[in-house]
């Protein structure tokens, strides 16, 4: 229960939504996800977990230190914020046709891998429910803009709980998601990211920010 006006927070992260929406191509990626989550939301928040959900990537030929990069960030993030737990999905890849953009002759598809990550959505959505049921926190906070997760929180809501949404990047923020969200919050500056970085070198251990990245 709510006491002294502080709210017990949980964060549940999609992290692959929040990668893809703020981060993929910003000096950003040494994230720290407790700061970031302190600057955004108001002081009487007291967050006691932050839910990270993503799956492990591959190197490819022109990256072979991607994979080695994610792990490093994991440790990083599990050794330097306690109130951190990762949860793993998957990665799924299917051949299949897909349109040419510019077809010639007779040729109009052509043969391609797939690759989607599956799981953390769900993941997510598990957890976020059943830590309202099991009366985790008095608030919620879902940093996604990821419609799938609308029945959930929906479903949250319906249990008197406070909800909070942070989207990240600079795309509409989702209806569906809108309409449960009690607050809205965006990641659309640089400032807040810069601002919540890890330490270079993780304090007594070896783990640093990649020289690369």
Known sequence: MESNGQLRTYVYVDGFNLYYGCL??????????KQLFTHLLKPNHQILRIKYFTAMVSSLPNDPQKAARQEVYLRALRTYIPEIEVYLGHFLSNPVLAPLTNPRGRE??????????????????VHLLNDAWLDEYDCAVVVS??????ESMRLVKSRSKMLGLITPGKRRTSRQLRSYAMF?????????LGASQLPDLIPGTRLHKPAVW
């Not at 993929?24 to 996800?33: A, G, M, N, R």
């Not at 803009?145 to 609308?150: G, H, T, Y």
């Open 145 to 150: 803009n990821d419609s799938d997760l609308a």
């Open 24 to 33: 993929k191509d910003s000096p950003y990626k040494w994230l720290d996800l």
């Open 108 to 125: 109009r598809y052509a043969k391609v891998v797939r690759t989607v990550e599956k799981g953390s959505d769900v993941n997510l959505a």
């Open 184 to 192: 809205i919050k965006s990641i659309r500056s640089g400032r807040v």
